[in-house]
C-alpha cells in the first residue's frame, strides 16, 4: 500500500475514533480547548535507543536528534480537546518510514545474499494528555490506545534472494493494537502551542501472531498546536 494510501486510512480511523468519543466531553470542552497540530521528527527503533542517548550524552542534543532522524523519519497530526485546565483528550496519525533496512539470512548453513527492506508503520492513537506543570510553559504525559497499519518490503537484491527465500513472508502488511506514553514539554505563545516531545510505541502489545516479538520504535518530535 502506497504511504498517501495509508495517510487517507490513517485518517479515517482517527476521524472514527474522535466522531465516538462522547458528545458531552466536546461540549464541556475547557482548558486548552479544541486544537490541531502537526509534527514531525525521528522514529527509532527499540535496537537503536542505546546509540540515540549514548549521542546525546556524549555530543549533546543536536547529535542526538541527527542520529535519530537517520535511523527513521516520521510526520502526523494531533487533535486535542480540552476537558480541564490539566487534563485533554488527544487523537494523533502519523507516518513512520525505515528506510533501508540491512537483513542477513542463514538458511541451512548457507547465507543468503544481503539485502534491505523498507517499512512503514501508521500509528492512530486515542487517550488522554495530563498536564502537571500549565503555566507559559507546558509538561504533558500522555497515555494512548494505538492502531497501527505495518508494511514491509523488500528494496533491494529481490532477484538475487529469490533462491533462498519466500518474498511472501518479507513483503507484507499487518494490522495491530498496542499502547503509547509520551511526554511533552511545550510553551504558549501568542495562542501558539510550539513544543518537543518523546513517544514510546508498543505497536502489536494486544495483538501478536504466534511466535512474533514485540515492536516497539520511539518518535523524537518537533510540533506546534494551533
Excluded at 502551542?193 to 505497536?203: A, D, G, L, M, T
Amino acid at each position: 500500500m502506497k504511504p498517501t494510501h495509508m495517510v487517507v486510512k490513517a485518517c479515517i480511523v482517527a476521524a472514527t475514533m474522535i466522531l465516538f468519543w462522547p458528545s458531552t466531553m466536546v461540549q464541556a470542552a475547557s482548558g486548552e480547548g479544541i486544537r490541531l497540530g502537526f509534527f514531525f521528527g525521528g522514529s527509532v527503533p527499540d535496537a537503536d535507543v542505546g546509540n540515540v542517548y549514548r549521542k546525546l550524552v556524549d555530543d549533546g542534543v543536536r547529535e542526538s536528534y541527527s542520529a535519530a532522524r537517520s535511523v527513521g523519519t516520521h510526520f502526523g497530526a494531533k487533535l486535542r480537546i480540552g476537558l480541564s485546565e490539566s487534563v485533554s483528550l488527544q487523537g494523533t496519525a502519523s507516518v513512520n518510514f525505515f528506510r533501508n533496512q540491512e537483513q542477513r539470512v542463514v538458511i541451512a548453513g548457507v547465507t543468503v545474499p544481503t539485502f534491505l527492506t523498507s517499512s512503514s508503520y501508521v500509528p492512530v492513537t486515542a487517550g488522554a494528555v495530563w498536564f502537571p506543570i500549565n503555566t507559559v510553559i507546558r509538561v504533558g504525559l500522555s497515555g494512548e490506545m494505538v492502531y497501527t497499519y505495518r508494511s514491509v518490503g523488500v528494496s533491494s537484491n529481490t532477484d538475487e534472494i529469490k533462491p533462498y527465500v519466500n518474498l511472501g513472508n518479507v513483503d507484507y502488511s499487518t494490522n495491530d493494537v498496542g499502547a503509547a506514553l509520551g511526554i511533552n514539554v511545550g510553551l504558549n505563545i501568542l495562542g501558539l502551542q510550539p513544543h518537543v516531545e518523546i513517544k514510546k510505541i508498543w505497536s502489536n502489545q494486544f495483538v501478536r501472531r504466534a511466535g512474533e516479538a514485540e515492536i516497539a520504535f520511539t518518535q523524537i518530535s518537533l510540533g506546534i498546536l494551533l
